[in-house]
Every structure is written in structure tokens, then in C-alpha cells.
T-cell receptor, first 111, second 111 residues
């Protein structure tokens, strides 16, 4: 069973701090990696996609990918209370049709 | 821009009743379409995907079925609902090996 693992949390950080969310995956053939944010009761919305090793920055968000270690992370700088949500890591395996999702990490940003 | 619609938003159904959930996509042609279910405390589970009209692939054997009668319409059905069918049903569209975009979801409660 190919798996995507995330710490369920909750991860609690103070407002203005950096939140670091981590994800590991089991399939070495994985090609595409995604971070989604899901507010309670709402559907997931895409934050970032990353395809190559290294960092990719978009505003306050930075995705980091290390294929050798099978590890992808999301950093949120200057965390805001509005960032409080569940963050889902998703992996596409071998350019197949499906995304394999982790169970998500709950983030709480406290004022 | 692309828009994805789902209805109804919420649904309460008795055990043994039928189900029909509908999803439509605007602003794109021949999209790959997906049905996911998110049960309480669990991750996103891919149920079905479709790469074209009349083409349905099932990921998880269960009492649900899917159909794609038109290019941008995807329907999830059941003849007899079970308690275990309760959950948050999400339709998504996307490209092979790439990002998937989710609709607003249908919250189904089976009593």
C-alpha cells in the first residue's frame, strides 16, 4: 500500500511565527506533489504544487521537496490566525490519474 | 476560468434509500473528473475517476456507482445507502499527473 504520511497534530504556533508542516511518501516513482488547505466544513483548496527538488516560494508559503529522502514540507511564514486549518499533502504516483492524500495536519495559529 | 459545481450541499437520507449526487464543470473541455469521500477522522478516499464520457474507473469496491453522461457532468449514485456511506463527498477535476481542483462538496448523513 503506497502511503502518504503526515503528523495529525494539532500543531500550535503563535501569530507571526513560522509553521512547518511535513509529509513523507512511500512511492519513489512519485512525480508531483501538492499542498492543499482545508478549513473546517469546506473543501480542500490548492496552496502549492512542486515537481522538482528544492524550494518553491509563493508569498508567505514555501514548499520544499527532497525526492531522495521522500520528503515534502510546507513552511508558512508570518503565520496568521486565518491560516488555522488542516493542511493536506498529496502525491501523484508515476503520473497516474489519482492523487494519494495524507490524512492532514491540523494547524492552529494563536493570537 | 474553471468552475466546479456540486449539489446538493447537504443531504440526510435513511438507510436503504437511493442516492444521486451531481457534479458539473464549467470552463474546460474533456476534463478528468474524480469522486472522493472524506469520512470523519479519515483522509480523502478516491472512489471513481473518469477520463471521458462513459469511461469510469472504480478504485474502491462498494455499493456506489458513477456515471459520466456528458463531458462535464459526473454523477455518483447508490441504489441502497448504508450507514457507512455517510461522509463528505467531493468532486474534482484535473489533468493527468497534475493538480486537482475540488468542488464545494456534499455532506451526506445516512440515518
Amino acid at each position: 500500500q503506497k502511503e502518504v504520511e503526515q503528523n495529525s497534530g494539532p500543531l500550535s504556533v503563535p501569530e507571526g511565527a513560522i509553521a512547518s508542516l511535513n509529509c513523507t511518501y512511500s512511492d519513489r516513482g512519485s512525480q508531483s506533489f501538492f499542498w492543499y488547505r482545508q478549513y473546517s466544513g469546506k473543501s480542500p483548496e490548492l496552496i502549492m504544487s512542486i515537481y522538482s527538488n528544492g524550494d518553491k516560494e509563493d508569498g508567505r508559503f514555501t514548499a520544499q521537496l527532497n525526492k531522495a529522502s521522500q520528503y515534502v514540507s510546507l513552511l508558512i511564514r508570518d503565520s496568521q490566525p486565518s491560516d488555522s486549518a488542516t493542511y493536506l499533502c498529496a502525491v501523484n504516483e508515476n503520473s497516474g490519474y489519482a492523487l494519494n492524500f495524507g490524512k492532514g495536519t491540523s494547524l492552529l495559529v494563536t493570537p | 476560468s474553471q468552475t466546479i459545481h456540486q449539489w446538493p450541499a447537504t443531504l440526510v437520507q435513511p438507510v436503504g434509500s437511493p442516492l444521486s449526487l451531481e457534479c458539473t464543470v464549467e470552463g474546460t473541455s474533456n476534463p478528468n473528473l474524480y469522486w472522493y469521500r472524506q469520512a470523519a477522522g479519515r483522509g480523502l478516499q478516491l472512489l471513481f475517476y473518469s477520463v471521458g464520457i462513459g469511461q469510469i474507473s472504480s478504485e474502491v469496491p462498494q455499493n456506489l456507482s458513477a456515471s459520466r453522461p456528458q463531458d462535464r457532468q459526473f454523477i455518483l449514485s447508490s441504489k441502497k445507502l448504508l450507514l457507512s456511506d455517510s461522509g463528505f463527498y467531493l468532486c474534482a477535476w484535473g489533468l493527468v499527473g497534475d493538480t486537482q481542483y475540488f468542488g464545494p462538496g456534499t455532506r451526506l448523513t445516512v440515518l
